[in-house]
Nanobody, 125 residues
Framework: QVQLVESGGGLVQPGRSLRLSCAAS????????IGWFRQAPGKERVGVSC????????VYADSVRGRFTISRDGAKDTVYLQMNSLTPEDTAVYYC??????????????????WGRGTQVTVSS
């Protein structure tokens, strides 16, 4: 049974940092692209970043490029999202998702097979 479990969310002041983790089980992480998505109150869920399965190439949404960094630790079956210089506009529930694909650049607009339950990030002073 595939499971994705997010952690690391919380309340943080503007300008500070958080690191989210996505722990995967029941799948071979190296054959899955992993994406991070977020959904703010009253808004649709949008893609934030993804990391490709075969070569760890990454994609970022314009709104987070230069502030967020996605990375993968294969030994721990975990994908991280390092979030720096947070602003109130980053407040949302953050979800990680997995799609079984290889040898292609990941994408934020393609379908994903498995989803976690999310972790809340609140940026407020």
């Amino acid at each position: 049974q595939v499971q994705l479990v997010e952690s690391g969310g919380g309340l943080v002041q503007p300008g500070r940092s958080l690191r989210l983790s996505c722990a995967a089980s029941g799948l071979t992480l190296g054959t899955y692209a992993i994406g991070w998505f977020r959904q703010a109150p009253g808004k649709e869920r949008v893609g934030v970043s993804c990391i490709s399965s075969s070569d760890d190439r990454t994609v970022y949404a314009d709104s987070v490029r230069g502030r967020f960094t996605i990375s993968r630790d294969g030994a721990k079956d975990t994908v991280y999202l390092q979030m720096n210089s947070l602003t109130p506009e980053d407040t949302a529930v953050y979800y990680c998702a997995a799609v079984h694909e290889s040898f292609r650049l990941c994408a934020l607009r393609r379908g994903y097979d498995y989803w976690g339950r999310g972790t809340q990030v609140t940026v407020s002073s």
